[in-house]
Structure formats: structure tokens, C-alpha cells
Nanobody
Framework: QVQLQESGPGLVKPSQTLSLTCTVS??????????WSWIRQPPGKGLEWIGY???????FYSASLMSRASISRDTSKNKFTLDLNSVTPENTAVYYC????????????WGQGTQVTASS
């Protein structure tokens, strides 16, 4: 059984950097052929895909966020991270990490989500 859990500050000031960590257990983030993704859901809106880090370490981002988002990993700790620069109040959302297997449409495992509020 794979488990993912998000962690990080719940409150970020506008213009600062949002930093979150996803801790993975029950499976390695370097195992073929998984994508490790960040997804968010603003209040009253649908899910928005942010980006992923592939098991090889390759990253890819949503076009609307690629100038501000960065995903990295620490394979020795089996964790991956999200850094989102220049935060605005519109970035307030529940942030999720998730795993998706290559050739599958939807993730098979999700974290419980963590609320992040961007406010002064």
C-alpha cells in the first residue's frame, strides 16, 4: 500500500514562496514508471494540475505555472517538493500530491491534501 502525505506551512504571505513536501511510503519515487504530481483545488473551483517529477527526475509543469513552479526530490528520503514563487491570494487552495502510472489516465494514490492560505 502506497501512502503520500503533504506537509508544509499552512499560511504564506503574498510575494513569498510556497514550499510543500510530499512524503512517500510503501513505494519508491524512483520506481519505473511513475509520475509524482502536485495538484491543487482553489475554493469553489475544480482540480488544477501543477506539474510532475518523473521517476527519472525529469520535470514538467502546467503552462500557466511553469514560470513560478519548481518540483524537486530527495531520493534518499523518498520525498518530493513543490516550490511556488511570488505567491498571490489567488494561490490559496488545498494542495495534493499524487502518484500516476505511465499509460494510466488518473492517479491511483493521493495524499489527504493540505490547506495553504496566501494572505497578509
Amino acid at each position: 500500500q502506497v501512502q503520500l502525505q503533504e506537509s508544509g506551512p499552512g499560511l504564506v504571505k503574498p510575494s513569498q514562496t510556497l514550499s510543500l513536501t510530499c512524503t512517500v511510503s510503501g513505494g519508491s519515487i524512483t520506481t519505473n514508471y511513475y509520475y509524482w504530481s502536485w495538484i491543487r483545488q482553489p475554493p469553489g473551483k475544480g482540480l488544477e494540475w501543477i506539474g510532475y517529477i518523473y521517476y527519472t527526475g525529469r520535470t514538467f509543469y502546467s503552462a500557466s505555472l511553469m514560470s513560478r513552479a519548481s518540483i524537486s526530490r530527495d531520493t534518499s528520503k523518498n520525498k518530493f517538493t513543490l516550490d511556488l514563487n511570488s505567491v498571490t491570494p489567488e494561490n490559496t487552495a488545498v494542495y495534493y500530491c499524487a502518484r500516476k502510472l505511465d499509460r494510466e489516465f488518473a492517479p491511483d494514490y493521493w495524499g489527504q491534501g493540505t490547506q495553504v492560505t496566501a494572505s497578509s
